[in-house]
Structures are given as structure tokens and as C-alpha cells.
């Protein structure tokens, strides 16, 4: 517990005392806002919900494309 506290300080002190630092956080935290949401959301959409209207039928659906013998 004592090295988790040391290491806990040693951040700490350091994003207290940066200035253009929490700006660049800031850039990072807003470029993996749109990576992981936005472009998750417009390239990857659920096409399960929209082909199936029960959780059974897209259950059955994917059981059936897993255990599908391909030659």
C-alpha cells in the first residue's frame, strides 16, 4: 500500500504543477471521445438490432453462424 500511495503522490504532484500539460490531457482525452464514440457509432452500427427484434432470434442467429460447419 505504501508504494500504491508513493505512486498515487508522484502523479498527482505532477499534473498539479503542469500548464500546458492538462491541455494536452485534454486534446487526448477529446481524440479518444471521437475515436472510441463517435467513429464506433457511425462505422460499426448494430446490425443485429435491426435485423432481428427479439434477443432469442439474434441468439439463434449467432449460435447458428458459430456452429456452422464450412467446407
Given amino acids: 500500500m505504501h508504494l500504491l500511495n508513493k505512486i498515487y503522490d ?3 504532484d505532477g ?14 482525452v477529446i481524440k479518444l471521445f471521437i475515436l472510441f464514440v463517435i467513429i464506433k457509432w457511425i462505422f460499426f452500427p448494430n446490425v443485429l438490432k435491426t ?4 434477443d432469442a432470434q439474434r441468439s439463434t442467429y449467432i449460435l447458428e453462424q458459430l456452429t456452422q460447419h464450412k467446407e
Wanted: charged share 30%; hydrophobic share 50%.
Fill in 15 to 28: 499534473f498539479k504543477s503542469m500548464k500546458l500539460g492538462k491541455k494536452l490531457w485534454l486534446l487526448i
Fill in 10 to 12: 508522484l502523479y498527482y
Fill in 51 to 54: 435485423k432481428f427484434d427479439t
